[in-house]
């Protein structure tokens, strides 16, 4: 409840401030004229007057196309003529064929995610980390030999120049 008392007394703030705007400040003898009476005294009219013509109505209703088709964005793209959208798809038609290929390639490309032996990855996983184990173990015992052969480098090494002496 306190909200909506909050939000009526921002309201009639902002009415207040625009009374003051377009009629002066009070006490400059313009306090018969009341923004919110006039409003309301208008809009009652215009209701009164609506009564019972559906025409209008549906007029009403449609006011937001007839605004869209009377902006000057919409007459300038209806008053493009051929020969402009001919030299604007002219001017794209580069972009348009790179598209073209771009999209044929994602067409191709996409069989070959679609097949059955990118589709049989996850029942690979257990292969997969079988591998990567043995994959490990033969790291670590070429490693092993790695160092065995330098040591035995090293000490044939030491032999030669024993002997080079």
Known sequence: MGTSLDAVTLLEQRLDKLESLVLGPKGSGNENS????????????????????QKIINLFKQ???????????????????????????????????????????????SKALDSEHIKSVSS?????????VVHLQQKDAA????????????????IVSFYHI
């Open 34 to 53: 009341d923004i919110i009476g006039s409003v309301v005294k208008s809009n009652e009219k215009l209701n009164l007057a609506l009564t019972g013509r």
């Open 63 to 109: 006011l937001d196309d007839l605004e869209s088709y009377l902006s000057l964005e919409y007459s300038k793209k209806a008053l493009l003529s051929n020969r402009t959208k001919v030299d604007i798809i002219v001017a794209e038609e580069e972009l348009m064929k790179q598209s073209t290929e771009n999209l044929e390639k994602i067409k191709d490309l």
């Open 124 to 132: 690979l996983n257990g292969k997969l980390n079988q591998l990567c």
């Open 143 to 158: 490693n092993d030999y790695s160092a065995e052969v330098k040591g035995l480098l090293e000490h044939y090494n030491n």
